[in-house]
């Protein structure tokens, strides 16, 4: 009886962490989907018709075993690059990524300069 | 005269943002179609609202031309659009029209063909709005221009207007 509700117990729990798991992981990626409709907004934020069936399909291709980035590759196939918030590194894309580490370097001369003159 | 390297950094900074705010403001941030034709439309099966029968890509590849045509009795301007569908059937043999009845009930995606007249060779259902997605849709009305190959060839957002017609014509000549 007790080895009994131990199992009930342990699959409760089981199930309800790997539901959480999922969960995580279906949020992470709506984060990162672009409501096409709706104005600053991701998928996880929007309740549109848009967004709600994006959600669907997502849920569907997880439930199928794809991986984040699978599912990525096939919006962007649907929709462009525009329907993911971190797009991948490109050609076109070059300058919005090396911006923040061109900032980074500039501005440690900068700092650099200003301490050497008032040292000076 | 002696230039401060210290100066030539902050005006470099200054000239190399207003230069990137500049060209971000210029850039047209709102969502186009443009990138995706010349995309293959692939892999969906869909079945008729009318019987049993579903549709492939095998059976759009038999087909010249294939507008696909995203619609629901509740969409307004799909009536606005509906004359040129219409014609387009009538005109063209070329073109082959699949409709694809976007989140509707059935019955009154049926009333509204036999008030308005059927333009479509094939009705499919789409209840959930997935195969939407499958196409690129995120609104509707919406057409989808496909070759034989499936090739996207044009996206038209919105309700067909004469000036689409015209186009969709001069595409499948």
């Known amino acids: 009886m007790r080895l009994k509700k131990i199992i009930i117990i342990y699959f409760f729990l089981f199930s309800s962490l790997c539901a959480d798991e999922n969960n995580l992981e279906l949020n992470e990626i709506y984060k990162n989907l672009r409501c096409l409709i709706c104005q600053g907004q991701s998928i996880a934020d929007s309740n549109s018709d848009f967004a709600s069936t994006v959600k669907l399909v997502v849920q569907d291709q997880i439930r199928e075993g794809k991986s984040k980035e699978e599912i990525y590759d096939f919006l962007i196939s649907k929709y462009g690059e525009w329907i993911v918030y971190q797009p991948a590194l490109t050609k076109n894309n070059l300058l919005l990524w090396s911006l923040p580490y061109v900032v980074l370097i500039l501005g440690g001369f900068v700092v650099f300069f200003i301490v050497r003159r008032k040292k000076a | 005269m002696k ?142 221009l ?18 689409q017609y015209e186009a969709i014509l001069q595409l499948t000549q």
């Open chain 2, 3 to 144: 230039i401060s390297i210290f100066k030539i950094i902050i005006f470099s900074f200054v000239i190399f943002f207003l230069l990137v705010f500049w060209l971000g403001l210029k850039k047209n941030n709102n969502y186009d179609t443009n990138n995706i034709i010349g995309n293959k439309i692939s892999n969906f099966q869909l079945s008729s609202i009318y019987n049993n029968k579903s549709i492939s890509e095998e059976v759009l590849k038999k087909n010249k031309f294939t507008l696909i045509n995203f619609f629901a009795s509740w969409c307004a301007p799909c009536r606005t659009e509906h004359k040129y569908l219409l014609n387009l059937s009538n005109k063209n043999d070329d073109v082959k029209i699949l409709g694809i009845n976007f989140k509707d009930k059935k019955n009154n995606a049926i009333s509204f063909l036999n008030e308005l007249g059927n333009p479509y060779d094939f009705v499919a259902e789409d209840t959930e709005g997935k195969a939407s997605i499958f196409f690129g849709i995120y609104g509707i009305p919406e057409s989808v």
């Open chain 2, 146 to 163: 496909v070759d034989s190959e499936l090739v996207i060839i044009k996206k038209i957002v919105g309700p067909i207007d004469l000036e």
